[in-house]
């Protein structure tokens, strides 16, 4: 488990009126105590949860993409980039960009 999510969790876990400083668990667990704060707060995101939300296609999309270019090559064809970024567009519902 990340240990920011776990520091989270140590804080969460506390009884409400009962005293749990950031300073505190940061020290007990060896985690920035800015970052723990920011992430408790909802103002930061885990590089996980950042990477997800800007993903442009869905888990099932990426694998019916693979699916297409695996068809593609067992009929010989190599699909080109323009092949892939056309289809990708088609799924995603919007012009994808080169890279």
């Known amino acids: ?7 989270i969790e140590v804080i969460e876990s506390h009884e409400e009126g009962e005293q749990c400083s950031y300073q505190k668990v940061s020290e ?8 723990l704060a920011r992430r ?9 949860a950042n ?3 800007q993903q442009l296609l869905s888990p099932q999309q990426e694998f019916e993409l693979v699916k297409y270019i695996e068809r593609c ?18 799924m995603a519902k919007w012009e994808v960009s080169e890279s």
């Open 73 to 90: 090559s067992e009929r010989g064809l190599a699909p080109t980039r323009d092949m892939l970024k056309n289809s990708a567009s088609a």
């Open 28 to 35: 007990n667990l060896a985690v920035d105590r800015s970052t």
């Open 40 to 48: 408790h707060q909802g103002k930061q995101a885990s590089y996980a």
């Open 51 to 53: 990477a997800k939300q």
């Open 1 to 7: 488990m990340d240990p920011i999510q776990k520091a």
